[in-house]
């Protein structure tokens, strides 16, 4: 099994900046992709950047340009820099970790979750 564990959230003003670190806990596939979700009030849950684990990004739209996802993989973490923060990214950013493995006849995917942490930009 593995765990997440999030940190760095915060309440910041409009244009202010924060760092999201999620450590992960347990036995990962080395080939995988770790990355940072979010989920506003009556909004459904949407991708944010994510990180391949020989360092292929993928980004939301809305992020580019102001948020950096990073990896530190001796250690297990992966990072999310936000910077020029706006009201619209007033979230809950949940970190996640999945990967495919096993045999091609019957291929599983391995989804994990962290509990969340609030980012609040107010204006």
């Known amino acids: 099994q593995v765990q997440l564990v999030e940190s760095g959230g915060g309440l910041v003003q409009t244009g202010g900046s924060l760092r999201l670190s999620c450590a992960a806990s347990g036995r990962m596939w080395s080939d995988n992709s770790m990355g940072w979700y979010r989920q506003a009030p009556g909004e459904q849950r949407e991708l944010v950047a994510a990180?391949?684990?020989?360092?292929?990004?993928n980004y939301a739209d809305s992020a580019k340009g102001r948020f950096t996802i990073s990896r530190d993989n001796p250690k297990n973490t992966v990072y999310l820099q936000m910077n020029s923060l706006k009201p619209e990214d007033t979230a809950v950013y949940y970190c996640?970790?999945?990967?495919?493995?096993?045999?091609?006849?019957?291929?599983?995917?391995?989804?994990?979750w962290g509990q969340g942490t609030q980012v609040t930009v107010s204006s």
């Open positions: 990180m391949t684990s020989d360092g292929i990004t």
């Open positions: 996640n970790a999945r990967w495919r493995w096993g045999p091609v006849e019957d291929t599983r995917e391995y989804n994990y």
